[in-house]
């Protein structure tokens, strides 16, 4: 069983900095491509931030330069660092796992969301 779990957000201020984790289990996490997505109310899930199996990066231009996506494969854990936030980072975010075998299946995990607000 696939289980991925975000922890890690909360209110915080503008200005003010977060770090969220996922824990996966159930997984080869260490071949998984991963990401996190985030979703504001009424507006789609939208991509914040991926790294690759080999450790590749890359971001949405919205958050370059403030967050920063890291994994511990020795722990089945990845990572968001947020900093510098705003008011419109406001969302819930997910933990995506992802993997397309040689086979051409597709894996496609979700985590169950975690609520990031930032607000005065």
């Known amino acids: 069983q696939v289980q991925l779990v975000e922890s890690g957000g909360g209110l915080v201020q503008p200005g003010g900095s977060l770090r969220l984790s996922c824990a996966a289990s159930?997984?080869?996490?260490?071949?998984?491509?991963m990401g996190w997505y985030r979703q504001a109310p009424g507006e789609q899930r939208e991509l914040v931030a991926a790294i690759t199996n080999d450790g590749s990066t890359k971001y949405a231009d919205s958050v370059k330069g403030r967050f920063t996506i890291s994994r511990d494969n020795g722990k089945n854990t990845m990572y968001l660092q947020m900093s510098s936030l705003k008011p419109e980072d406001t969302a819930v975010y997910y933990c995506?796992?992802?993997?397309?075998?040689?086979?051409?299946?597709?894996?496609?995990?979700w985590g169950q969301g975690s609520q990031v607000t930032v607000s005065s």
């Open positions: 995506n796992a992802k993997r397309t075998s040689t086979t051409m299946r597709i894996y496609d995990y």
């Open positions: 159930g997984i080869i996490f260490s071949i998984f491509n």
